[in-house]
T-cell receptor
């Protein structure tokens, strides 16, 4: 079963704007990861945040984690048309042998 | 290219036929995972290996599915007597020895269509 729920399900923004995507989960985790998937392709790892971290940055990406609320957010700043893709959060649950549990994903469209 | 590779990339088969997919993980990654992704959904875990040992199987993996990793390097996923409900993208991922912060690196997937 899928643990994570991303919201919104779809997001459409203008190039240059920021995109914020949220993820909620249900059980304790070791870490939470965000992946990007272009249509019909494999998943590309974006960023990993550990359960004892609250915020992490990587280039134009900023991810936060609130374990008390069991939620995470991914912010993409200064979006580009090439950021158009589906974004998934995935949790590595405590005691789950590092298998990932994914949400249903968010479809991001960045209009040029 | 040192990433995870999967073959074939696309497979079209008729219902009732057997199919086999192959995954070559990143060299020296000892953990290998198989996931299945249907349209509009996130990937769902199927099974994983640490070296050649299959340590966990999802209940999604019916007895028509079998996976092997005979020498702890590449892995195969076989589906026997395929059904239309097996149509999906089958994704393979690998990661180095387990730690709390291991990233899983995914291959491009094999898209299966069962007619």
């Amino acid at each position: 079963s899928q643990q994570g729920e991303e919201d919104p399900q779809a997001l459409s923004i203008q190039e240059g704007e920021n995109a914020t995507m949220n993820c909620s989960y249900k059980t304790s985790i070791n870490n939470l990861q965000w992946y990007r998937q272009n249509s019909g392709r494999g998943l590309v790892h974006l960023i990993l945040i550990r359960s004892n971290e609250r915020e992490k940055h990587s280039g134009r990406l900023r991810v936060t984690l609130d374990t008390s609320k069991k939620s995470s957010s991914l912010l993409i700043t200064a979006s580009r048309a090439a950021d158009t893709a589906s974004y998934f959060c995935a949790t590595d649950r405590s005691g789950a042998n590092s298998k990932l549990t994914f949400g249903k994903g968010i479809t991001l469209s960045v209009r040029p | 290219d040192t990433g995870v590779s999967q073959n074939p990339r696309h497979k079209i088969t008729k219902r009732g036929q057997n199919v086999t997919f192959r995954c070559d993980p990143i060299s020296e990654h000892n953990r290998l995972y198989w996931y299945r992704q249907t349209l509009g959904q996130g990937p769902e875990f199927l099974t994983y290996f640490q070296n050649e040992a299959q340590l966990e199987k999802s209940r999604l993996l019916s007895d028509r599915f079998s996976a092997e990793r005979p020498k702890g390097s590449f892995s195969t996923l076989e589906i026997q007597r395929t059904e239309q409900g097996d149509s999906a993208m089958y994704l393979c991922a690998s990661s180095p020895k387990a730690r709390l912060t291991d990233t899983q690196y995914f291959g491009p997937g094999t898209r299966l269509t069962v007619l």
